[in-house]
């Protein structure tokens, strides 16, 4: 399984992005999947998730009702809309997929992971 994140980029804050997250080697819609993010000298935190269906999520405080994920199940593919973005949102994201249908926050839960795209939100 190999997961391939992209979209990340340059922003100014109140701007928009969105990430990208292609699966290969699976049938990515019958797993949950998820995006973390880690910025420099901090851990890697959650920041959403969505069930198999797509039907349930999940985010953290911090993005809520600015951030929406999604996903495409004839393309593979997630996806994380990022709206009104502020400097804090700056980091490294990264999308996973676990081997469960259902959400789940927290990181050892997810079974496998993309290398990650840098989003960088000047202020």
């Known amino acids: 399984v190999q997961l391939q994140a992209s979209g990340g980029g340059l922003v100014q804050a109140g701007g928009s992005l969105r990430l990208s997250c292609t699966a290969s080697g699976r049938t990515f819609s019958n797993y949950a999947m998820g995006w973390f993010r880690q910025a420099p000298g901090k851990e890697r935190e959650f920041v959403a998730a969505i069930s198999y269906s797509g039907r349930v999520t999940d985010y953290v405080d911090s993005v809520k009702g600015r951030f929406t994920i999604s996903r495409d199940k004839a393309e593979n593919t997630g996806y994380l809309q990022m709206k009104t973005l502020k400097p804090e949102d700056s980091a490294v994201y990264y999308c996973?997929?676990?081997?469960?249908?259902?959400?789940?926050?927290?990181?050892?839960?997810?079974?496998?992971w993309g290398q990650g795209t840098q989003v960088t939100v000047s202020s």
């Open positions: 996973a997929s676990r081997d469960r249908p259902y959400i789940d926050n927290t990181e050892r839960a997810y079974d496998y």
